[in-house]
């Protein structure tokens, strides 16, 4: 199972000064379909308004991904047991820090789901864990990443 994603990158000086690291790291992502992100560096990396406060950086876009991809495959694995979701809202939190191997980058990132279920067939708590190891187990994103990622329940 081979696929190809792509995403466009686009930046642009807009005549500003480049030496001295006085930039703007704001520029946009583009997606099939047409859809367009306004991008940044992070403001807890580079402070506005090398950044801007009202576009995604690098590290939410992980952490969305994440929880994405996570959320995709629980609710499909959920619907295959006969489950109804309802609602599925995650305040995922990613952290940054130094890895093993010295460089820094997101060390951990940690879902917090809260999922409301309907229907006559409610799932127990063991089976909410089932569901979330399978989810976490089949995900691209977390297959793909080295950080720890965890779950936490927000009930």
């Known amino acids: 199972m081979a696929h190809e994603y792509f995403a466009t990158v686009v930046w642009d000086r807009n005549g ?57 495959f629980f609710l499909a694995m959920a ?9 599925y809202e995650d305040e995922a939190v990613a952290t940054m820090g130094k ?3 010295g460089r820094t980058g997101v060390v951990a990132i ?9 229907g006559a067939k409610r799932p127990t708590d063991e089976d909410i864990l089932a569901l979330h190891h399978a989810a976490h187990e089949a995900c691209y994103i977390a297959n793909s990443l080295t950080a720890e990622i965890t779950v936490e329940d927000r009930a």
């Open 99 to 101: 890895a093993p191997n």
């Open 110 to 118: 940690k879902l917090r789901p809260r999922i409301v279920f309907s």
């Open 79 to 87: 619907s295959k047991k006969g489950f109804i979701v309802d609602s």
């Open 16 to 72: 500003q000064t480049f030496p001295g690291n006085a930039y703007s790291r704001a520029h946009v992502w583009r997606f099939d379909g047409g859809v367009e992100v306004p991008a940044s560096a992070s403001p807890l990396v580079l402070p506005p308004p090398l950044s801007k406060l009202d576009a995604v950086d690098p590290e939410e876009a992980l952490t969305a991904a994440t929880s994405s991809c996570h959320m995709l």
